[in-house]
């Protein structure tokens, strides 16, 4: 059993920084691929970046390429979401999510354990 705590969300100016926490318990969190997630009013949720075991790889999302950046700290059971140049669209509640076996996905189904979500609020 996992359980995963987010932190950091809160409103941010387009252009601006925001960096999101994820806390996991116990002391399997190296076991897990870990994943960011997020989910807009009126939409479906959808897959941000993901992060293997031991952070050696990383993979994202289009619309988040190239300004959001994903990491994980072992030690510290951690992991993190760096948004950087947010816009006004990334204005979502964000989920971290752990997933138990097999490569890190973007599918959101392969996720067995997911946090209760930080709300970003991106303004223009």
């Known amino acids: 059993q996992v359980q995963l705590v987010e932190s950091g969300g809160g409103l941010v100016q387009a252009g601006g920084s925001l960096r999101l926490s994820c806390a996991a318990s116990?002391?399997?969190?190296?076991?897990?691929?870990m994943g960011w997630f997020r989910q807009a009013p009126g939409k479906e949720r959808e897959f941000v970046a993901t992060?293997?075991?031991?952070?050696?790889?990383?993979y994202y999302a289009d619309s988040v390429k190239g300004r959001f950046t994903i990491s994980r700290d072992n030690a510290e059971n951690t992991v993190y979401l760096q948004m950087d140049s947010p816009k006004p669209e990334d204005t979502a509640v964000y989920y971290c999510?752990?997933?138990?076996?097999?490569?890190?996905?973007?599918?959101?189904?392969?996720?067995?354990?997911w946090g209760q979500g930080t709300q970003v609020t991106v303004s223009s």
């Open positions: 992060i293997t075991r031991n952070g050696g790889s990383t």
């Open positions: 116990g002391r399997t969190f190296s076991r897990y691929a």
């Open positions: 999510a752990a997933q138990g076996t097999g490569w890190s996905s973007s599918v959101m189904s392969r996720y067995d354990y």
